[in-house]
């Protein structure tokens, strides 16, 4: 998934892979929003597991 791409590089450049909900990457996409959407459906019970398994990976501190 590209978004979760952008995720792994933003974190590599900030240190965390907590965007805040405005945050937009340099091409215009909507990062904060986009994580902001996942958390619901994590909490929703609406996230697939290979996407929990994905976000596992990408950070032990990123709440969802």
Do not use: C, F
Request: hydrophobic share 35%; charged share 30%; glycine share 8%.
């Amino acid at each position: 998934n590209a978004k979760y791409d952008l995720l792994v590089t933003y974190k590599k450049e900030h240190g965390n892979a907590n965007p805040e909900w405005s945050y937009k990457t340099p091409d215009g996409v909507a990062l904060g929003n986009w994580l902001i959407d996942e958390r619901k459906a994590k909490k929703a019970g609406r996230m697939e597991q290979g996407k929990l398994k994905i976000t596992s990976l990408i950070s032990d501190k990123m709440v969802l």
